[in-house]
């Protein structure tokens, strides 16, 4: 058990569909991130939250869309995505992320796949 | 540009010890990380260096040198249970987390 949980944990979407990613985390953390995890590729940090303020945003195409309403919820929202967005979505969370010493606990992780 | 590079696989044997190596090239340096990620689950951490030298946590050790950007992860007495992928990820100065590939480590009897 890590402190952070995800659904679902498998979604299969055709381009057309919406859907959404949930994540939580029940670890008193400030800041929640969403990184994309590619087969054989390093991870991509997608977004950052910080106090449910939006602090990082590298350039990730609009199909997604990210929602904090609180320090404890992620979302990510999905729309017409393409095949290439098939992969593993990791939601992740810190104590403080201007902090050097902090690590990140991680979900397991929703597998996404594009048909 | 930024770039952190690990070896794409390791075998070694149970019981034996094996380091996985890591070189990075950020803006700024914050710190390097370990993480370990078993097939289908989270990655969880396992080490933080922002100082040369090594540390050593139980069977596992991690060291750094930030002269030469470089970092690596010593396990012994390895267990079948080590059998993961290990991702090493350094912290840049505005304190985002700039990760390697991972390094697939398999362990055999």
């Known amino acids: 058990e890590t402190g952070v949980t995800q659904t679902p944990r498998h979604l299969v979407m055709g381009m057309t569909n919406k859907k959404s990613l949930k994540c939580e985390q029940h670890l008193g953390h400030n800041a929640m991130y969403w990184y994309k995890q590619s087969a054989k590729k390093p991870l991509e940090l997608m977004f950052v939250?910080?106090?449910?303020?939006?602090?990082e945003n590298n350039s990730v195409p609009s199909r997604f869309s990210p929602e904090c309403p609180n320090s404890s919820h992620l979302f990510l929202h999905l729309h017409t995505l393409q095949p290439e967005d098939s992969a593993l979505y990791l939601c992740?969370?810190?104590?403080?992320?201007?902090?050097?010493?902090?690590?990140?606990?991680f979900g397991p992780g929703t597998r996404l796949t594009v048909t | 540009g930024q770039n952190i590079d690990q070896p794409t696989e390791m075998t070694a044997t149970e019981g034996a010890i094996v380091q996985i190596n890591c070189t990075y090239q950020?803006?700024?340096?914050?710190?390097l990380f370990w993480y370990q990620q078993h097939a289908g689950e989270a990655p969880t951490f396992l080490s933080y260096n922002v100082l040369d030298g090594l540390e050593e946590k139980g069977r596992f050790s991690s060291f750094l040198s930030r002269s030469k950007g470089y970092s690596y992860l010593l396990l012994k007495e390895l267990q079948m249970k080590d059998s993961a992928s290990y991702l090493c990820?350094?912290?840049?100065?505005?304190?985002?987390?700039?990760w390697g590939a991972g390094t697939k480590l398999i362990i055999k009897p």
């Open positions: 992740a969370s810190s104590q403080d992320p201007g902090s050097p010493t902090y690590e990140q606990y």
């Open positions: 990820a350094s912290m840049d100065s505005n304190y985002q987390l700039i």
């Open positions: 939250y910080n106090f449910k303020e939006q602090t």
């Open positions: 950020t803006s700024g340096f914050n710190g």
